[in-house]
């Protein structure tokens, strides 16, 4: 089986396939839309993207790719822990602090702000695609005074010294990764880092109607479902016009979601089911010899 992922190596999405996915084959791919489309197009069975960051929030061109462009459920949510090392080619190992430019993505950069302030003040940053691109930018160009934050599987990948580890600003830092599929794949629930099920709808609300929000989230409250997120997005047809994805802590039954579909089919409201699915916690001692697949 084929699984594609944000890459190149050593990104953190491949970290989060290779532990959730150790026996199968992985191919990187450069962009999320690339993702899509390699899935889209049968060149791969699974997809993993990242989808949220504890710290920077929703990753808009995920969630824009998943209700605008295509049509494939989410069969699985991966959470791993984020740690950002700044690194630099060997040969610049003894001068780092005279890096002249950093390279990562713009999620990474923004989580590092104090060391970069204190450290490297002053220092222009470049965006790269991801923390990985970063790294393997810096390799291919040892003559250059530049650095990357990235994490500690693209050091090794990349031949790169790590001259200060840890570098992030908060600690307990985690991003989100969904696996899409255009077929239905049942996972293994016997291992550590199964932590539980949920469900996730996208809501159109009717326009014009007063307390509209509140009918729907009192749909979800006399059934008692509890709600773990809710995000409004645009929908990309003019000025406050926007849609809704929430997420249900439950697995879906027979009776209280299609309940609440119904209910809110009744208001007017559009509704789509955009996966009902089992999450993890990876990065647990416990998980690393398990496969889930």
Known sequence: MKIGFLGPKATFTDIAVREMFPKEESVPYATIPDCFDALSEDEIELAVVPLENALEGSVNITLDYLVHEVNLPIIAELTSPIRQHFM???????????????YSHSHAIAQCHKFLHKEL?????????????AAQ?????????????????AAKEYGLSIVRKDVHDIHYNHTRFIVLSKNEMPLCE??????????????????????????VLSAFAWRRLNLSKIESRPMKTGLGNYFFIIDIDMKQDDVLIPGVVAELEALDCKVKIL???????????TSKSNTYL
């Open 275 to 285: 996966g009902s699915y089992p999450y993890y916690q990876l990065g647990l001692e």
């Open 190 to 215: 016997d291992g550590s880092a199964f932590k539980g099920y949920k469900t996730t709808v996208m809501i159109t609300l009717p326009s014009d109607r007063a307390g509209a929000l509140h009918q």
């Open 121 to 133: 003040k002053g220092v222009p940053y470049t965006n790269t695609t991801s923390t990985a691109a």
């Open 88 to 102: 630099v080619h060997p040969d610049n190992k003894d001068s780092w602090k005279e890096t002249e430019r950093i």
């Open 137 to 153: 930018f810096i390799k291919e160009h040892p003559d250059m005074k530049a650095g990357a934050i990235a994490n500690e599987l």
